[in-house]
Each structure stands twice: as C-alpha cells, then as structure tokens.
T-cell receptor
Framework: AQSVTQPDIHITVSEGASLELRCNYSYGATPYLFWYVQSPGQGLQLLLKYFSGDTLVQGIKGFEAEFKRSQSSFNLRKPSVHWSDAAEYFC??????????????FGTGTQLKVEL | DGGITQSPKYLFRKEGQNVTLSCEQNLNHDAMYWYRQDPGQGLRLIYY???????QKGDIAEGYSVSREKKESFPLTVTSAQKNPTAFYLC???FGQGAETQYFGPGTRLLVL
C-alpha cells in the first residue's frame, strides 16, 4: 500500500527567506506525485505534479519540486517566500485504478507560517 | 466558468439524522471522489465513482452512502451510523484516465448539534 510522510507539522519562515517542505513516499512502482495547497476553510489547489520525465518540476506561484527516486522524496521548494504563501501544504501520491481514475494518498500536511 | 461546486458551505446535523452533501461538476469529468479531512490527519478517501451508476468504497466508507445518477453529480449522505461526522468534506473530480490530476471543490464543513 502506498503512503506519504510529511515530517514537519509546522514550519515558520521569514518573508523573503527560502522554503523547503519535505515529503517522503512509499510506493512499489513509479509514483504519480502531487503538491496541493489549502488556505483555511478552502478546498485544495494544485501547485504542481510529477508523472514522468524531468525530475525537477515547476508549478504555480514560483514553487518547484524535485523527484528523487533513490531517496523516495518529492520536496517542495520556493526561493523567496511571500506572506501570502502562509497556508497548509499537502503532498500526495497517486496510483491508477482499474477502470479509470486514480487513488490519492495524502500526507498529514505541513502548516506554513510566514513572519513579516 | 468550469469547476466543482459543493453545497452547503456549512451543515448542521442533529443526533440520529441523515444529511446529504451536494457535489456538482461541469468539467465533463468521468471520475468523482469524496474525502474527509480531520485536523492533523490529512485527507482520507470515503467513496469514489469512475462512471455513472457505479461507485466503490474508499478507506473509510462506513457510515456513508453515495449515488451517481448523473455524470455531473455525486452526492454524499452522512448517515446516523457515522458516529463521528464532524469534519470538513471535500469533493474532487478527474477525467478518469489514470495518470491525472484531481480537482477539488471548496468543501463543506459538517457540525453536530
């Protein structure tokens, strides 16, 4: 069974500082990997995804993530954080389902606080 | 605008009552999903549907029921058998092609009176 670990429950960074959110996954085959962001009381917005190919993927809002198969990791990075980036971030691994669609397994999330 | 709508935004349930959460999408997606979100636990899959008139249990289906009579709609009923229904419920949809993205609605918060 697939699983996702986000080891940091809370992270606080200063505005303008760099950010790295950690994600480790467990999956037997080549994974589909996602990062979503959630503002309080809102749904999830897709930041970026990895299906195959280039292991460094670019997303929206200046975020990027790097897939490292040897480390089973898919860490999210941003070179300079803005106050509006304060939110909860979820890493997810997806597996295709027979008949269509995919089953996502989510990590428990990392709450990002940005200090001005 | 294409997207996923969920209603109501807040829902209150009395003891022993069944309540239904609405999810509608106009993205022409075949697959739809319901997740439950609790603080510190991430999202857990309740039910999913890959096609009209068919649906499958997810990881925490007990106490919930769904229907998929139309491609656009995937309502979730929280039954009285669900003893701890207070949570944030998220609906999602995808094209149903395998390696693909799920898009999420704004969510419904269910509270117990």
């Amino acid at each position: 069974a697939q699983s996702v670990t986000q080891p940091d429950i809370h992270i606080t960074v200063s505005e303008g500082a760099s950010l790295e959110l950690r994600c480790n996954y467990s999956y037997g085959a080549t994974p589909y990997l996602f990062w979503y962001v959630q503002s309080p009381g809102q749904g999830l917005q897709l930041l970026l995804k990895y299906f195959s190919g280039d292991t460094l993927v670019q997303g929206i809002k200046g975020f990027e993530a790097e897939f490292k198969r040897s480390q089973s990791s898919f860490n999210l990075r941003k070179p300079s954080v803005h106050w509006s980036d304060a939110a909860e971030y979820f890493c997810a691994v997806g597996a295709g389902i027979t008949g269509g669609g995919n089953k996502l397994t989510f990590g428990t999330g990392t709450q990002l606080k940005v200090e001005l | 605008d294409g997207g996923i709508t969920q209603s109501p935004k807040y829902l209150f349930r009395k003891e022993g009552q069944n309540v239904t959460l609405s999810c509608e999408q106009n993205l022409n997606h075949d697959a739809m999903y319901w997740y439950r979100q609790d603080p510190g636990q991430g999202l857990r899959l309740i039910y999913y549907s890959q096609i009209v008139n068919d649906f499958q249990k997810g990881d925490i289906a007990e106490g919930y029921s769904v229907s998929r009579e139309k491609k656009e709609s995937f309502p979730l009923t929280v039954t009285s058998a669900q003893k701890n229904p207070t949570a944030f419920y998220l609906c999602a949809s995808s094209f149903g092609q395998g390696a693909e993205t799920q898009y999420f609605g704004p969510g419904t918060r269910l509270l117990v009176l």
